[in-house]
C-alpha cells in the first residue's frame, strides 16, 4: 500500500462501499452558474456514490439568477435542494443556519460548510468520511480536512484560536444541533467553531477531542480556488477582509466571548443528556447560565458561561496583542495612513523595522553590526506594546508591499465605511439594514 490515499482509491474498504443511504448534508451559498456547475462536477467526479450525500443551495432572490441555477441543476445527477435568500457576505452565517435547520435532510450525519470554490483533495472522498462516524461516542465533533489543519497551533487564546481555523470542516448534525447552528454575528463559520473548541479544550471535565484531524487531508488547497481569485478579484478580496476586521470588536468583546463559551458548555450539557440517556431534556439558557431541564421541568447542571475578571483580561490583551493579517495595525493608524504621504511614511518604517527584526531573527557572522539591529528590534516591540498593535514582520510587510492594498485602502468603499462609522457598528446591525435595503 503506498499511501492510504490510494488504498482508498483502488481498494475500497468492501463495509464502506455498502449503501446505507445519505449521510452527507453539503450546503453552500450560490450566485455564479458556471462555477457552481463545475463544483457539481467535481464532486460527482471524485465521489464514490452521489446517493451518499445531497447538495443545499441558497440562492440569490433574483428571478434571471435562479433560472440560470435551475437549468445547472437540470445537468446533474445529484440531489441539489434550493431556496432563495438574501445573498451576502454579512449574512453568511445565517443562511447557513437556515440550510441547515429548513432546508437540508435532517436524518443526515455530517454537514459540510462550502463553497463553489472549494474541491476535494480525494477520490471517494464520501468513503472516507464514512469512516469517521461515531468517532466520538456521543457523536458530536468536527473533522479537520485541509492542509492548513496540520499547521494548527496550541490554542493559548480564543484569539490565538480564531486565527488558525480549519477552513472546510465537516461538522456532525449533533455537534450543530448542540451549538445552535453558526453564529450570525461572525462572517464565517471557521473561526468561530475554532474560538469554541478552545474553550471546549479548557473543560476538564469534558471528556472527548470534539476536532478530529483525518489522516487523508480532504480538501485541496491546490486545487481550490484562491478567493483573490474569484469575482470582485484581488482588490475585493482586500476590501472584504478590511471591512471585516471592524466587527472583531464584536467578536472578541465581552458578549461575544461569552457566547463563545456558551456554546462549548452546551456541547457539554448535551454529553451528560446523551450519557445519562435522559428522555425528553433540553438545554436551556437562564440568564447567563445554562442548565439541563428535564422533562418535569427540573433544572439540573447549571453553569454560567459569564468569562469572570482575569479569564476576560487575558482574551482582551490577547486581542490587542494577537496576529490579525495586519488588517488591526492599519485600522489603528488608518488616520494617518488614508494619506498618500502617510502611508509612504508608514511603509517605510514597517520596511525599515522589519528589516532589524529580521537581522536580529538571522543573525550573520558579525555580530558587531547587529547592535543596531537589536536596538530596533527592542524599540519596534516596545511600541507595538505601546500601541497595542501586532507586531512588525514579513507579513505586515507584505501587505504594505502590495498595491491592492493601498488601492482598497484609499478606495470609495472603506473611506465611505470610515465616514460612516461602520467601526461602531455591531455584524448583526449591518445585516439588519442590509436585509432591509
Not at 449521510?23 to 460527482?44: A, C, M, N, Q, T
Not at 440568564?287 to 447542571?301: P, V
Not at 493579517?325 to 485600522?331: E, K, L, Q, V
Request: proline share 3%; glycine share 4%.
Amino acid at each position: 500500500m503506498s499511501s492510504f490515499r490510494e488504498h482508498i482509491k483502488n481498494n475500497p474498504l468492501e463495509e464502506l462501499k455498502i449503501f446505507s443511504g445519505k449521510f452527507i448534508s453539503i450546503g453552500l451559498l450560490v450566485k455564479y452558474p458556471k462555477r457552481f456547475e463545475e463544483f457539481l462536477f467535481d464532486l460527482e467526479e471524485n465521489s464514490y456514490d452521489i446517493k451518499n450525500f445531497e447538495v443545499n443551495i441558497a440562492v440569490p432572490d433574483n428571478e434571471d439568477e435562479f433560472n440560470e441555477i435551475l437549468k445547472v441543476i437540470d445537468k446533474t445527477p445529484i440531489e441539489v435542494r434550493t431556496i432563495k435568500l438574501p445573498y451576502g457576505y454579512l449574512n453568511a452565517m445565517k443562511s447557513h443556519n437556515i440550510i441547515i435547520k429548513e432546508l437540508s435532510d435532517q436524518s443526515t450525519y455530517f454537514y459540510i460548510n462550502n463553497s463553489d470554490r472549494c474541491r476535494f483533495a480525494s477520490k471517494n472522498w464520501d468513503l472516507i468520511l464514512k469512516q469517521y462516524i461515531g468517532s466520538v461516542p456521543d457523536n458530536m465533533f468536527f473533522l479537520r480536512g485541509s492542509n492548513f489543519s496540520k499547521n494548527m497551533k496550541f490554542r493559548r487564546s480564543a484569539q490565538d484560536a480564531y486565527y488558525f481555523p480549519e477552513q472546510w470542516g465537516v461538522y456532525t448534525r449533533k455537534y450543530l444541533q448542540a451549538t445552535d447552528g453558526f453564529l450570525e454575528f461572525h462572517t464565517g463559520h471557521d473561526g468561530p467553531s475554532e474560538m469554541i473548541q478552545y474553550f471546549v479544550s479548557k473543560n476538564k471535565k469534558d471528556p472527548y477531542q470534539r476536532d478530529i484531524l483525518m489522516p487523508e487531508i480532504m480538501h485541496s488547497d491546490k486545487r481550490t480556488i484562491s478567493s483573490k481569485d474569484t469575482t470582485g478579484g484581488e482588490d475585493r478580496f482586500y476590501e472584504r477582509y478590511y471591512i471585516n476586521n471592524f466587527f472583531y470588536k464584536s467578536y472578541f468583546s465581552k458578549n461575544g466571548l461569552n457566547i463563545l463559551k456558551k456554546c462549548a458548555i452546551s456541547i457539554y450539557l448535551h454529553h451528560i443528556i446523551w450519557i445519562k440517556k435522559y428522555k425528553n431534556a433540553s438545554v436551556v439558557t437562564i440568564g447567563k447560565s445554562i442548565a439541563i431541564r428535564l422533562s418535569d421541568n427540573t433544572l439540573i447542571h447549571k453553569q454560567s458561561f459569564k468569562l469572570n475578571f482575569f479569564e476576560y483580561l487575558k482574551e482582551r490583551f490577547a486581542y490587542y496583542h494577537g496576529v490579525n493579517h495586519g488588517f488591526n495595525f492599519a485600522h489603528r493608524f488608518y488616520f494617518i495612513i488614508k494619506y498618500k504621504m502617510g502611508f509612504a511614511l508608514f511603509k517605510s518604517l514597517v520596511f525599515f523595522f522589519n528589516r532589524n527584526i529580521q537581522r536580529v531573527k538571522e543573525p550573520s557572522d558579525n555580530k558587531f553590526l547587529l547592535f543596531p539591529s537589536y536596538f530596533f528590534s527592542f524599540l519596534s516591540n516596545f511600541l507595538t506594546f505601546i500601541f497595542l498593535t501586532e507586531p512588525i514582520s514579513n507579513e505586515l510587510e507584505g501587505l504594505f508591499r502590495s498595491k491592492n492594498f493601498k488601492n482598497v485602502l484609499h478606495g470609495k468603499n472603506i473611506r465611505e465605511a470610515y465616514d460612516s462609522k461602520l467601526y461602531k457598528k455591531s455584524l448583526n446591525r449591518i445585516a439588519e439594514e442590509l436585509e432591509k435595503k
